[in-house]
């Protein structure tokens, strides 16, 4: 075969283009990228049993054929299976020791990335399947952290809160010129006043919440009211139009509900055990949760996070050395939390975990400046 070079292009003989060596290079990364891709997803389908498994692993077929893709298009041009990228082998981490909610977050980001779109050496299918991918995936993480609890994201939140608050009260107590005693009495109380705080708003919260709930529910008796109803007057469809339906839905339902009564009577059920037709209420608690759980975890979380800055004056430290550890230690954490919302919301942990960095570190500016103009005045 004669090949002939055009620009940095082979062509040989026949007059077929050779790749480049960065097409290589960038073919050589996607097949990696899309091995280790299909990888995670069977990991994920592993973990998991019904509807998700059947799609979990459906994705990971449909990465390998985008791997089959690459690999004819490299030829004779294959060489030795390369490492994927670092955050694709992170996810792969992930999905061996912790499962499917962060990992399907980060696959959700890094689907959405999708290099093909202004690679021409890419398919248009190739390109269309990963932006299907990247939907779907964002449909099994919403269902991930549908299901974490409320409480997981209240600890977050909650352990950010009191990082944040209680960095700011001590290192604008400390700008005033105060002792390291009462830069670290200061803190303990930032902190029992902070937790107290958010755990009376949250058990009101979520109290008045299930109370309007309950105010909203139908009448744990209503439904006995059926057999007793005029048939001809029909109330019973003055309910489902109170409730929202049409004139019509409503007539029908409340024509269905006479129809199912008629029936139970005939054959002798007891509509105490069958409650179906002014749907039966449900415990506020089951919806909401529990006014103490919320209170007592959103109380523990604040006093985690408002404890850190305070414990290099649990140790004699100075006001300045002191300060300056609690700023370390509380930005460390900013980070954790930070990146772990980030992840959670399906957004790339590392901007948001700098956002949360740059909000906390300017609460402490702010409060720090503060502190020193009082000291200033009142020294």
């Known amino acids: 075969m004669v090949e002939d ?59 390998a054929r985008h791997e089959e893709y690459w690999r004819d298009k ?10 994927p990228d670092l955050q694709t082998r992170f996810m792969g981490v992930l999905a061996k020791r912790f499962g499917s909610v962060f990992t399907l977050a980060l696959m959700q980001t890094a689907e959405s990335r999708n290099p093909y779109l202004k690679d021409e050496d890419a398919s248009p299918q190739i390109a269309a399947d990963e932006r299907i991918h990247a939907e779907v995936v964002r449909g099994l993480a919403t269902r991930g952290r549908e299901k974490m609890s409320g409480g997981f994201r209240a600890a977050v939140f909650g352990a950010n809160d009191g990082l944040v608050s209680n960095l700011a009260l001590v290192v604008g107590v400390m700008g005033s010129g105060v002792s390291s005693n009462m830069i670290l009495l200061t803190g303990l109380s930032g902190l029992l006043a902070g937790a107290l705080s958010m755990a009376a708003g949250e058990w009101v919260s979520v109290k008045s919440q299930g109370e309007l709930l309950e105010a909203s529910t139908p009448h744990p008796k209503a439904h006995t009211l059926l057999p007793q109803l005029d048939v001809n007057a029909n109330e019973l469809k003055l309910v489902y139009r109170a409730r929202g339906l ?61 404890f850190i800055p305070i414990i290099p004056f649990l140790f004699g430290a100075s006001p300045a050395t002191g300060a300056l550890i609690a700023v370390l230690l509380v930005s460390g ?15 790339a942990p590392l901007s948001r ?10 609460a402490a500016g702010v409060t720090y400046l503060l502190g020193l103009a009082f000291g200033t005045v009142l020294g």
Not at 74 to 83: A, D, E, I, S, T
Not at 268 to 295: C, F, K, M, Q, Y
Request: hydrophobic share 40%.
């Open 246 to 306: 049409s004139e019509q839905e409503a007539q029908a339902k409340a024509n269905s509900e006479f129809a199912r009564m008629a029936l139970e009577q005939a054959i002798g059920l007891d509509r105490e055990d069958h409650p179906e037709g002014i749907e039966a209420p449900t415990r506020a608690d089951d919806v909401v949760g529990s006014a103490w759980t919320a209170a007592g975890s959103s109380f523990l979380f604040f006093a985690t996070g408002a």
């Open 333 to 347: 954490a900013l980070m954790i939390t930070g990146g772990v919302v980030g992840v959670l919301s399906g957004k």
């Open 353 to 362: 975990a700098l956002r949360q960095l740059a909000i906390g570190l300017s």
């Open 5 to 63: 070079r055009v620009d940095d292009r082979v062509v040989d003989d026949a007059g077929v283009d050779e790749p480049t060596k960065a097409q290589i290079n960038r073919w050589r990364r996607y097949l990696a990228n899309e091995r280790a891709e299909a990888a995670v997803y069977r990991e994920l389908a592993r973990r998991k049993e019904g509807e998700e498994r059947e799609i979990l692993l459906a994705l990971a077929d449909s990465e």
């Open 74 to 83: 490299l030829g004779n041009y294959v060489g030795f299976p390369r490492q």
